[in-house]
């Protein structure tokens, strides 16, 4: 939405029309934070220091702005930017179709993966790239297995699972100890289902204040609890829907934490998570708060 911004932002001061900044999170701190921009070099630190500039004008010259996150939302209200205040930013999260994302039975999806019912699965959704952090989750699961003798990590990626496999084997991980393959996303339901929990766990830095996984979303929409770390407003939701486990830190003492909680976590009520998450996540509630932003700056 930065490059976008660039037009939106030149319409705005040449006819004057509306302008929403739409920015979906602190884009250039997360090309800086995830190593695509290395600011020792000084192509990437003009590039950085060009959007950090324009950032400021999209949001003071802006007509409305919508974060991702309430925790986004605060953050920017302390930069001391003019003609910026809490009424002008509305926090919309990634919303997730309810009428996709339907809870399916446990048993019937294990059965349909080859995986016995008394198996303990675990699962991951998603690329593996620059934020999510492969490493950490594998560690994790090899403290599971040892408390677990009966698990299987399932992972539905797109990605390589040559690359899975290799690192594996740095926690003693075998071929046999996963299930990966890749989904279209109409039939994600009735894979991931299968498992009793899913985590993900996001590399913590300064613009992940304002990142909203959509994985979440979409996981609490099947009604199936996550393990995860604190990255926007991640903590905040999991506590107040009571729906998973939020980790501060990425280290053996807060895993095995975790690990110990999860026989009260797989029996949460599918129902409702899916329920209280819709407080967040729901595609109809996000339309409606879009529509409404349009109305309000058409009418204005």
Known sequence: SYITSLIGLGFKQKHQVKFLFDMRGFWADERVDGGLWDKTKIPFKQIYSYFKK???????????????????????????????????????????????????????????LGIEKDTLVLSYVGSLGTWYLLDEMLNFYSMVKQKYKKNIFLILTPDDPELIYKLAEKYELEKSDFIIKFSQRIDIPKIVSASDFSVFFIKPSYSKKSSSPTKMGELLAMGIPIICNDIGDVKNIVENTQAGICIQELNKNAFASAIEQIPNLINHNKNKIREVSKEYFLLTSGIEKYTKIYQNLLNG
């Open 54 to 112: 324009k950032e400021q004008l999209f949001l003071s010259e802006s007509d409305a702005v919508i974060s991702l996150t309430e925790r986004g939302k605060q953050e920017m209200l302390t930069w001391g930017i003019k003609k910026m205040s809490t009424s002008k930013i509305s926090v919309i999260p990634c919303s997730s179709d309810f009428e996709l994302f339907i809870p399916q039975d446990k048993n019937i999806c294990k059965e349909n």
